[in-house]
């Protein structure tokens, strides 16, 4: 029990801290309150008790073997009150009632942490006989109260400024490792396909139909890997995404946008309302979001002319949007895999290239970025339609 409440006790780390005014204005209170000079808050440790605030005294600490605060812990559901120490026999020959300050009257309130351990004590004190009532009693219990919430919040705050180090650590890291992919694997890929176009270009005659073929597989491997790095590169950004600062989207015009840059390119159409609003949103990750999104609907379709529906909704505090394609679909067993980071169907594209197992897993996350959700409504033969939802 002693070795449990002392662990909860240094988990506050609010020994031999400098004073606090919000502590002081409640020992303040309850001098006033109960007509006492001396009104303290102290912290019972190993070997002693300390006062984390005092009124009427000037001393920091005092053994812990003289403090009546060791006596109201061990009863942490209940008030500790001595109305004249000199005649209880646990206290008269004390030295804090025979010396200064002389204690003679005592009333403790335990400070019980939420698990039931009992951190310390606020007390008043007076140099002669004294009683308190019952309406002074339940002032102290709340004060008391009010005290051991200050610590909570306390040690919450601080654990909140460990966690955001932490994750600044973390992020640090991941901005490093997205460097080097960028950096120190992305452009010797870049390398080696340049060479290999070389070699195919070049000396076609020398390496014969075998070796030609040979290159074009580690040209395809290559391209393959490029994906990789870049979807990753694109993923670690997602997930380190810092900014909060929301901005007007012109749907329209980012559609027509995809329209000529991505949509029409690779044989395809794609459609949304004509009366579609400007949001106000998250920039980069919404871009990011319908790119992914209109993208894999192409490439990932075994129609000869594949289509992509763009469905809006306005509610209250929440856009919605819906992605809809006339696709192979996805059957039920496999929909729970595709936001899975590095999880593939094994299926190839219209191209013959096979998916990295990023693009949805980097949607999903830049769609928890706006404060959103996001569902997969498929199966086989009928197309997938992608629901998701952006907040305002």
């Known amino acids: 029990m002693e070795a ?17 005014n919000e502590l002081d204005e409640i020992t303040l209170i309850a001098s006033q309150i109960c007509g006492t000079p001396i009104s303290l808050i102290t912290l019972v440790d190993k070997d002693r008790q300390w006062f984390i605030s005092k009124q009427g005294l000037d001393v920091s600490e005092t053994p812990r073997e003289h403090a ?25 020959e004390n030295p ?36 308190l009532n019952d309406s002074q009693l339940l002032a102290l219990k709340a004060l008391a109260s009010r005290v051991v919430l200050h610590f909570e919040m ?20 991941l901005t490093k490792f997205s460097y ?26 020398k390496l014969g139909s075998e070796g030609l073929e040979q290159v074009e597989m580690m040209e395809e491997c290559i391209a393959n890997l490029q994906d990789l790095v870049a979807n990753t590169i694109q993923y670690f950004r997602a997930t380190t995404q810092t900014t909060r600062e929301k ?9 027509n946008n995809f ?7 690779l044989g395809a159409t794609i459609t949304w309302p004509d009366d579609l609003p400007n949001i106000h949103a998250l920039k980069v990750p919404v871009e990011q979001i ?12 075994d129609k000869p002319t594949p289509t992509v529906q763009i469905n809006f909704q306005e509610e209250p505090g929440v856009y919605r949007f819906q992605v809809v394609d006339n696709g192979q679909g996805i059957a039920e067993s496999g929909q729970h895999k595709v936001f899975e980071l590095f999880q593939t169907l094994g299926q190839a594209d219209r191209f013959g290239k096979k998916g990295t197992g990023l693009g949805l897993a980097i949607v999903k996350k830049f769609v928890e970025e706006t404060g959103g959700e996001i569902k997969l409504i498929s199966s086989p033969g009928e197309g997938c339609t992608f629901e998701f939802s952006i907040r305002k």
């Not at 901005?247 to 559609?255: A, K």
Request: aromatic residues 6%; negative net charge.
């Open 4 to 20: 449990a409440r002392l662990k909860a006790l240094n988990s506050y780390n609010i020994l031999d801290t400098l004073p606090e």
């Open 68 to 92: 009546f605060c060791a006596h109201a812990i061990l009863t942490p559901d209940q008030a500790l009150v001595v109305n004249d120490s000199t005649k209880d026999h646990r206290f008269s």
């Open 96 to 131: 804090l009632v025979v010396g200064d300050p002389h204690v003679i009257f005592y009333a403790g309130i335990p400070l019980v942490n939420p698990e039931g351990l009992p951190l310390g004590s606020l007390c008043v004190i007076d140099n002669k006989p004294n009683q």
């Open 154 to 173: 306390r040690k919450k705050i601080a654990d909140l400024e460990a966690s955001e180090i932490q994750l600044k650590s973390a992020n640090d890291q």
């Open 180 to 205: 080097v992919l960028s950096h120190d694997i992305k452009s010797p890929l870049n390398s080696v396909g340049m060479l290999l176009e070389v070699m195919r270009e070049d000396h076609a005659e």
């Open 247 to 255: 901005t007007t989207i012109c749907l329209d015009e980012m559609f």
């Open 259 to 265: 329209r000529g840059q991505l949509v029409e390119p």
């Open 290 to 301: 319908f790119s992914n999104l209109i993208s894999n609907a192409i490439k990932y379709n």
